[in-house]
């Protein structure tokens, strides 16, 4: 059984995605046994003190993590990140009201068609029109009077661009923050609400982390199902039914494991240090590579990129997979090639992944 870093592949999956090997040791215990109690986590009842332990120190622990004030519930939930497109916009898009949608790619575009079954939507940045090059500007919004809330993502996954701001609005402001949360610090007084699919920076897909703020969930009237209405689920501790224990123990390690590092300034830094490296070997090739994101928005995350020709990106591919890298073909929606170096990539992994571009431009320039 393959057990460090230097045997496993190198995975630069855009999700899901490498998890830290010392939460990978841990759950490979605690899937046997957790707590010396005789029983694998996943097969612990979610009313019992074990399990109770594992939710009350992962809320506990996010709230460091994340410096979450008192005035935001943590809640985890199902459905993935796809699933609040819709909740978001069925718990606080009332009839008559309007909402704000800056689109940055394709995770906004489908959390606004999501948003149209609910109610109105106003799109106030389209970046279709520039490919998807970058986040926008505050003066390049076209905001909606009295907002019910505006909606962005901090981090556009596909084309591998990120907002250095917060959009300045009146509105509450809601983010998907699925390909970066916890990779920077977050300024919560200028959001409502941060949501994130796990399984990039927290854990396991499916489960979802939703910081929301307790005024906002005054706005739930009670008329939805339970199991889509925040307030429901925030009054219940997240356990309005069986919830996903396994998602939630492994995102409370990852939660350890970022406190263990440092916190977040320390995961920052490094993600920096990190992102630097690559991007340098990209733009070191003298016009070998072309990076997708503009200059001014690259995300720290994701790194989109291609060779001159479809065919190079094949043969990079390739020659990468014999390497015992893999992960690195861009999405469908763009082609091309994509590192994902999520806050549990490595940096010494980044490192070989510099020389490597270095040397598959040299080797076919
Ligand atoms: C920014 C962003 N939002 C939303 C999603 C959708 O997440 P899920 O598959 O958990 O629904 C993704 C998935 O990769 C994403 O990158």
Excluded at 21 to 27: C, I
Excluded at 221 to 235: E, H, I, T, V, W
Excluded at 353 to 363: G, M, R, S, V, Y
Aim: hydrophobic share 40%.
């Amino acid at each position: 059984m393959t057990q460090t870093a230097t045997e496993r592949a190198l995975n630069f999956s855009a999700g899901p995605a490498t998890l830290p090997e010392p939460v990978l040791k841990q759950a490979r215990k605690d899937i046997w046994d957790i707590e010396e109690s005789g029983i694998g986590i996943c097969e612990h009842s979610h009313r019992g003190p074990v399990f109770d332990n594992v939710i009350n120190e992962a809320v506990a622990d996010c709230r460091e993590v994340g410096s979450i004030p008192d005035e935001f519930e943590i809640l985890f939930m199902q459905g993935g990140a796809t699933l609040q497109f819709a909740m978001l916009a069925m718990n606080f898009l009332k009839a008559g009201t309007v909402a704000d949608y800056l689109d940055t790619g394709v995770w906004t575009s489908k959390a606004i068609k999501e948003a149209k079954k609910i109610g109105s939507v106003n799109v106030a940045f389209d970046g279709s029109v520039t490919n998807h090059d970058h986040c926008p500007s505050d003066d390049e919004l076209h905001l909606s009077q009295d907002a019910a809330y505006l909606h962005y993502c901090s981090n556009n996954t596909i084309y591998g661009t990120r907002y250095e701001h917060v959009p300045t609005t009146n509105a509450p402001v809601i983010c998907d923050m699925s390909s970066d949360i916890f990779s920077r610090a977050i300024d919560w007084s200028k959001h409502s609400m941060v949501y994130a699919g796990a399984q990039k920076n927290l854990g396991p897909s499916g489960t979802v982390l939703v910081v929301i703020k307790k005024s906002l969930l005054e706005q739930c009237d009670g008329s939805l199902p339970l199991m889509l209405d925040y307030k429901a689920q925030a009054s219940k501790g997240s356990m309005l039914n069986t919830p996903p224990t396994f998602g939630i123990y492994l995102m409370g390690q990852v939660f350890k494991w970022i406190l263990n590092a440092g916190g977040l300034s320390a995961i920052e830094q490094r993600n920096e240090a990190k992102a630097a490296v690559i991007y340098d070997a990209l733009q070191g090739c003298n016009g070998f590579y072309s990076l997708i994101a503009r200059e001014d928005c690259r995300s720290r995350m994701n790194i989109s990129f291609r060779c001159q020709t479809p065919e190079l990106d094949a043969i990079f591919l390739e020659t990468a997979a014999a390497h015992r890298m893999s992960g690195l073909k861009g999405h469908r929606s763009v082609g091309g090639l994509r590192a994902s170096v999520y806050n549990a990539f490595p940096f010494e992994g980044c490192e070989k992944f510099a020389e490597f571009l270095t040397d598959f431009a040299d080797n076919n320039g």
